[in-house]
């Protein structure tokens, strides 16, 4: 998953700043707790989770066995997914921490892949944790295994200080969820173990977290809605030829004309419930000026277009936030060095806000493109995923841990504008709150290195989400 919210260098210096001085002092040692954390981080960073070579099997049972060292019943530990093929060596892993019976099952999600990674092209090794200036350098560091260490130690943590939670937790670290090939965990878990995973509602440690203006901490935000993924393909034919006898009409042109109207393009300012509270809880914690912008587009459901388009302007996560995006991300044509292109196709990765009718976007390019010889074809099928509405008291439990763990924070909901496995769950019926320990200013992408080259997250924020993860679990 590919979301902005997700940890940069800055917010390290901010954190230490929110924290009193004698938890940011300097240690001569990690507490158990902390290298308990870090150990895990390192064994599922350097376990190769690649859909191309590496396994979630072999992570799953490690990760198993060390939940049943520290006395889970063999019952309550699975290492499950299909037995045949490929995808046999991407399984997931499902715990059940059983509780007094006094609440309904809370769930806990993470994924255990990640993107590919070439050596060659990282100054570190991507598949071996490396601790240098202050950061953890590795695959899957920002996305998404800190938050599987996170879920995985605090509840280690809980188990061996004898707590029993009013109800349920159940964990489950799953495959797939990057894509690249084989089978997504979530939808085989409720197509096969519904009953394993069910819940009231989903914590989802691959969204939200807390949002940083600059250096300033200014909010815990928890994702209650997402965007919904939908890409299209357009596609040019050609007769072609010799390319030494160019003729007026080259397939490769035509699609680059084709995608310079898309590149053009901006879909209409909208809003919805999570995103006008989103700007309107926002708009007190920001400039003054910005605020006024914020204050507008969240009054109605029809944004003030003025005040829409200046925040927009502001940063490619306002613009996100504010209407659906289609930028093209793959393209490929043509056949020999020598020879005119006979065909050329694109893929235009579009993330449309919840509620939009996939079709209309299609149709949409469609009129823009104002071209009957580019073909404007779906390469899937959107799901939607509806909005999660945040309750009162889960809010109530952010708002008093965030005040414990750093200093008293507003709780505001966010919509993501990429896409997670939380999607399979809410239309399984299932609400899902991204919740993490982790500070991002989502308007800076300078240490924002999700799916991107030397991926790192700053060590003392890690240790400080463990924190926040296990007082979140236990307040539970």
């Known amino acids: ?279 309107s809880r926002t708009a007190a914690l920001v400039a003054p000026d910005v605020g006024a912008e914020m204050r507008a587009v969240s009054a109605s459901p029809t944004p003030d277009s003025a005040a829409a388009a200046r925040l927009a302007a502001r940063s490619a996560y306002y613009n996100a936030q504010l209407r659906t995006t289609c930028v093209a991300t793959l393209i490929q044509g043509g056949h020999a060095v020598n020879a005119l292109p006979q065909s050329a196709t694109a893929t235009v990765n579009c993330r449309m806000m919840p509620g939009t009718d996939p079709t209309a976007v299609e149709a949409t390019i469609r009129r823009i493109v104002a071209d009957t010889g580019v073909h404007v074809t779906p390469a899937d099928t959107a799901i939607p995923s509806p909005p999660s509405p945040l309750p009162a008291s889960l809010e109530q439990t952010m708002q008093r841990v965030t005040a414990s763990t750093w200093t008293s924070l507003p709780i505001i909901p966010s919509m993501e504008t990429g896409a997670t496995d939380g999607l399979f769950l809410r239309n399984a019926g299932m609400p899902v709150y991204g919740v993490t320990g982790l500070f991002v200013d989502p308007n800076n992408d300078e240490d924002t290195r999700a799916h991107g080259l030397n991926e790192r997250i700053a060590v003392q924020a890690f240790y400080n989400q463990l924190e926040f993860t296990y007082r979140l679990l236990k307040a539970l």
Not at 50 to 61: C, V, W
Not at 176 to 194: D, K, P, S, T
């Open 1 to 279: 998953m590919t979301h902005p919210l997700r940890f940069g260098s800055l917010a390290a210096v901010a954190l230490v700043a929110l924290l009193p001085a004698a938890s940011f002092a300097q240690q001569s040692a990690l507490t158990p707790y902390q290298s308990l954390g870090r150990d895990l981080l390192k064994e599922m960073v350097e376990t190769n989770t690649e859909y191309s070579i590496g396994s979630t099997t072999k992570l799953a049972q490690a990760l198993a066995a060390r939940f049943r060292a520290a006395g889970f019943p063999a019952a309550d530990v699975q290492v499950i997914g299909p037995d045949t093929g490929n995808d046999a060596k991407d399984k997931n892993l499902i715990v059940r921490y059983r509780g007094r019976g006094l609440r309904a099952p809370i769930l806990l999600i993470g994924h255990m892949d990640v993107v590919e990674a070439k050596r060659s092209d990282w100054v570190l090794d991507p598949f071996t944790l490396t601790e240098r200036d202050g950061h953890f350098y590795g695959r899957g560091t920002l996305d998404m295994k800190d938050g599987d260490a996170s879920w995985v130690a605090a509840l280690l943590r809980m188990k061996k200080e004898g707590v029993v939670p009013a109800g349920d937790f159940i964990l489950a670290l799953t495959a797939g969820e990057e894509g690249g090939g084989g089978y997504n965990g979530i939808q085989w878990l409720l197509a096969h173990h519904r009953d394993d995973i069910k819940a009231q509602y989903v914590l989802n440690a691959d969204a939200g977290g807390g949002e940083l203006h600059g250096t300033t901490p200014i909010a815990m935000d928890v994702q209650a809605a997402e965007k919904v993924f939908h890409s299209v393909h357009l596609t040019t034919h050609n007769p072609g030829g010799h390319s030494s006898l160019p003729r007026p009409d080259n397939a490769i042109y035509e699609l680059a004309a084709a995608l310079g109207r898309v590149s053009a393009y901006q879909f209409p300012f909208q809003t919805n419930d999570v995103t006008r509270a989103y700007f």
